[in-house]
T-cell receptor
């Protein structure tokens, strides 16, 4: 069984640029959630996709956007990058949102903004 | 604001001891609770989840949930140095049942 994979592993950008992060969900999982984890903090929910539709969104501005594809892989796009966007970006997949459906995380993409 | 609170620690226990990690939550609508372990520089790894009141055991780990007190805990028996990590407590909330995380408790198991 293939786990959640994310790319790239590390990325360095400058303020104002745009970035796209990618995630392949675990086999059989149709729900993908994205989280941002700043240093020393717990992950913060950005948004979730279920069957190619946005299914929920956290307190992040519209410059954070996403997509889910028919194979359930997903992208996170961030426009007009700011210094505070420097963080570990985590993708998690699950087989749904029911009580017994835990989310499994990929290895993350560490984004640094200069 | 729906919150999950954890003792930030750090918590140190000797090898072989029981480590007790605690978490409280404010959203009474939260149905499921998860414990993740995160090694430095790595992503969170699921240890256990629980959604019924009471205890749930898996090997050296026991999760406890008390919905009346809005309290979740994780016990690690026979702690090993390899258990040294940050432990994240999370509860589900919102229409997407997204995870709301605490800030984590750093555990060090001393040889």
């Amino acid at each position: 069984e293939t786990g959640v994979t994310q790319s790239p592993t590390h990325l360095i950008k400058t303020r104002g640029q745009q970035v796209t992060l990618r995630c392949s969900s675990q086999s059989g999982h149709n729900t993908v959630s994205w989280y941002q984890q700043a240093l020393g903090q717990g992950p913060q929910f950005i948004f979730q996709y279920y069957r190619e539709e946005e299914n929920g969104r956290g307190n992040f501005p519209p410059r954070f956007s996403g997509l889910q594809f028919p194979n359930y892989s997903s992208e996170l796009n961030v426009n007009a990058l700011e210094l505070d966007d420097s963080a570990l970006y985590l993708c998690a997949s699950s087989g749904g949102t029911g009580k017994g459906q835990p989310q499994h995380f990929g290895d993350g993409t560490r984004l640094s903004i200069l | 604001q729906k919150e999950v609170e954890q003792n930030s620690g750090p918590l140190s226990v000797p090898e072989g001891a029981i480590a007790s990690l605690n978490c409280t939550y404010s959203d009474r609508g939260s149905q499921s609770f998860f414990w993740y372990r995160q090694y430095s520089g790595k992503s969170p790894e699921l240890i256990m989840f629980i959604y019924s009141n009471g205890d749930k055991e898996d090997g050296r780990f026991t999760a406890q949930l008390n919905k009346a007190s809005q309290y979740v805990s994780l016990l690690i028996r026979d702690s090993q140095p390899s258990d040294s990590a940050t432990y994240l407590c999370a509860g589900t909330s919102g229409s997407a049942r997204q995870l709301t995380f605490g800030s984590g408790t750093q555990l060090t198991v001393l040889p």
